[in-house]
């Protein structure tokens, strides 16, 4: 399978919490672990912003209090990986957005793989079948060897070990969105996205009206 570009962090470093969730939605994820390296294309995700005196306040975001060792990576540059664990159990991947200083991340919450599915299959051996290999945040982390170690991660650059790439564009008609999952606050946010034809993505979609003012699907894209 060829190679794709680089997703170009640009697009990311200017984005609201839709633009950001939009244009990852479709892209690849590329990551060198042990054993080799595993792709997938990203199918769901989930937006969150950041403290209350931010542009976009939101109370389920792990910055909302503000900037601590633990999510400094959301405060920084667009397109490094923020690393935290979920539940104390499953290591969970976020790509950093906006402009330095104003907290962001999109949570990968599905995949389908690509790309070294035997390896990623080696790593979910409880998965029954390929769309359940990086179904969830934490089953996503588990196939693509995502840990702290990768905490920081530059994903838009060509020697990172984590890689982002751009993938084609999903049709505006095939993209679902509704609230946001297992958040115990601002949980009618309509701020998660999936692929409506990837069977990888997490069953819960109960809709909701977009309750911001920017676009439901910006012009962009993750292609250009």
């Not at 912003?49 to 900037?67: E, K, N, T």
């Not at 029954?128 to 945040?137: E, F, S």
Request: hydrophobic share 35%.
């Amino acid at each position: 399978m060829p190679t794709p570009d680089l997703f170009d962090a640009l697009r990311l470093a200017d984005a609201t919490p839709v633009q950001a969730a939009r244009r990852l939605l479709g892209s690849y994820l590329e990551v060198d672990g042990p054993g080799g390296t595993v792709r997938m294309r990203i199918v769901e995700v989930e937006a969150y912003g950041g403290p209350p005196d931010s542009r976009f306040p939101d109370p389920a975001s792990h910055g909302y209090r503000g900037r601590s060792d633990r999510n400094t990576v959301m405060f920084g540059d667009a397109g490094h990986l923020y690393v935290y664990r979920s539940y104390g159990i499953h290591w969970c991947g976020n790509i950093s957005y906006g402009p330095v200083g104003q907290c962001g991340g999109v949570l990968m919450r599905a995949g389908e793989i690509v790309a070294g599915d035997q390896l990623a299959r080696s790593r979910r051996l409880t998965a029954r079948t390929d769309p359940q290999l990086a179904c969830g945040p934490g089953n996503l982390g588990s196939a693509m060897a995502i840990d702290q170690n990768f905490n920081g991660a530059a994903v838009c650059t060509a020697n990172s070990p984590v890689r982002l790439l751009r993938g084609p564009r999903i049709p505006a008609a095939a993209v679902g969105h509704g609230p946001r999952v297992g958040v115990s606050t601002a949980q009618d946010r309509p701020w998660r996205f999936w692929d409506e034809r990837s069977p990888a993505v997490s069953k819960y979609r109960r809709a909701a009206p977009l309750r911001v003012s920017e676009p439901l699907v910006d012009g962009g894209g993750s292609t250009t």
